[in-house]
């Protein structure tokens, strides 16, 4: 089996506005499994987006191989110029998921936005 993952692009902007819904609907779901994470926790919520910021800065090329009983997972473009880059990316995403979610799911009264 072998995974070529080159073939998709997403857009910075779209793939970090996807994350900011993703984590609104942890955030307001019913499910037990999730009450660590709600309105009531924004460290949590601030933990998940880093995360989610770095996952999806990551800029690796992934590659699996199954042969048989041989599995080999290759992961390139690690280097000091992609981790700045990394670092970079990670900050931007951030801002693009903060952003996002100001913008879509933080409710305005009187015309104001709300403070965080």
């Known amino acids: 089996m072998n995974i070529d993952l080159s073939q998709y692009s997403f857009d910075a902007v779209a793939i970090n506005i996807v994350a900011a819904w993703l984590i609104q609907n942890l955030k307001t779901s019913k ?3 999730l009450g660590w994470i709600s309105e009531k926790t924004p ?3 601030r933990l998940i987006s880093v995360l989610a910021a770095a996952l999806t800065a990551a800029g690796m090329a992934v590659s699996w191989q199954d042969a048989g009983a041989t599995h080999t997972l290759t992961i390139t ?10 670092g970079w990316n990670v900050l931007k995403n951030y801002c693009f998921q903060h952003v996002a979610y100001k913008a879509a799911f933080k409710p305005v009264e009187n015309g104001k936005p709300c403070k965080p």
């Open 43 to 45: 460290a949590t919520t």
């Open 31 to 33: 499910l037990p499994g």
């Open 77 to 86: 473009g690690i280097s000091a110029a992609s981790g700045l880059t990394f």
